[in-house]
């Protein structure tokens, strides 16, 4: 019975994290680029009960017990979210279908070969600059122009270039064309800009190894060697006064949020059923 209690408190953890999980999508709904996470639950390792005692020479097993769940993670989900047009010629959207020798990737851009290995679809991304020194990236696409003429991010974090040095120009924006590869030209002319800057797009082989940090951005945490630069044949382009929607699923994520509710609401019962026995067991049986 205490074991009881236990394995439903657990359901009830895990059950809110998923809850939480499922409202900070509907939160950003609006959010562009946002990417929706999923909480992924596991369950304890099963425990196997014997009776003990009683005429037999050996104990006698009664059967499996599961001990309770929790909220292993949190997945994001990096699927290709919708074009708004916005016209302002500072919003930039990605539009990214990175191929790897023929895969054909479901729904959540994950794809599994013959011998059972699992590939993940590779995913390009907007690289900037934290003061640190470090690099982040986004798909919120929705920049700004500094005082100095720099392109940034609505928290004011420079958009990087190829060259790793942060996008200039003074002039204004409406005159400035930025082509499906990244290149800033100007309007009239279709000469490059001063400088020939070009927006540096960030390619992650593996976006599982993307840890959220919040405000749009992601923090690379994988192997050196899964994250490069977005070459000329990754079918990865650029559309300017467009911005890349979130890719949540507003009545998938109603289903989710009512049915880790039911779940918890379940849970709750069970402990409730478990309390009210204990009670009769300790008040009135124990009294006979």
Do not use: C
């Not at 001990?67 to 997945?75: D, I, R």
């Not at 990236?137 to 974090?157: C, E, I, K």
């Not at 270039?161 to 996008?167: A, K």
């Amino acid at each position: 019975m205490i074991r009881g209690l236990y394995t439903a408190a657990s359901g009830m953890i895990a059950e809110q994290r998923r809850h939480d999980t499922v409202t900070n999508n509907i939160a950003n709904l609006n959010t562009p680029g946002y990417k929706a996470a999923s909480s992924v639950n596991r369950a304890f390792p099963e425990m196997l009960l014997y009776a003990m005692g009683g005429s037999e020479p050996s104990p006698n097993p009664i059967g499996k017990l599961h001990t309770g769940v929790f909220a292993e993670e949190s997945l994001l989900g990096m699927t290709q979210g919708d074009l708004v047009e916005s016209s302002r010629p500072q919003d930039l959207a990605l539009v990214s279908d990175i191929q790897v020798n023929g895969a054909v990737f479901d729904g959540s851009g994950k794809y599994v070969d013959a011998n059972g290995n699992v590939v993940y679809q590779p995913q390009a991304f907007f690289t900037v600059a934290l003061p640190d020194g470090t690099q982040r990236y986004t798909r919120n696409g929705s920049f700004q122009t500094a005082a100095d003429g720099t392109l940034v991010t609505a928290d004011g974090f420079p958009v990087l270039g190829v060259n790793g040095q942060p996008i200039t120009f003074d002039g204004p924006w409406d005159n400035v064309i930025v082509t499906a590869d990244g290149r800033l030209t100007d309007k009239t002319t279709g000469a490059p800009l001063p400088g020939n800057p070009q927006l540096r797009l960030t390619r992650i082989d593996n976006p599982n190894d993307l840890i959220r940090e919040g405000n749009g951005l992601f923090r690379y945490a994988g192997e050196p060697g899964g994250i490069a630069q977005v070459q000329a044949g990754d079918r990865v382009e650029i559309r300017q006064g467009y911005l890349e929607r979130s890719n949540v699923d507003a009545s998938q994520s109603m289903v989710d949020m009512m049915a880790a509710l039911r779940a918890y609401e379940a849970n709750q019962k069970m402990i409730q059923y478990l309390d009210r026995s204990l009670d009769k067991t300790v008040n009135e049986v124990g009294k006979v």
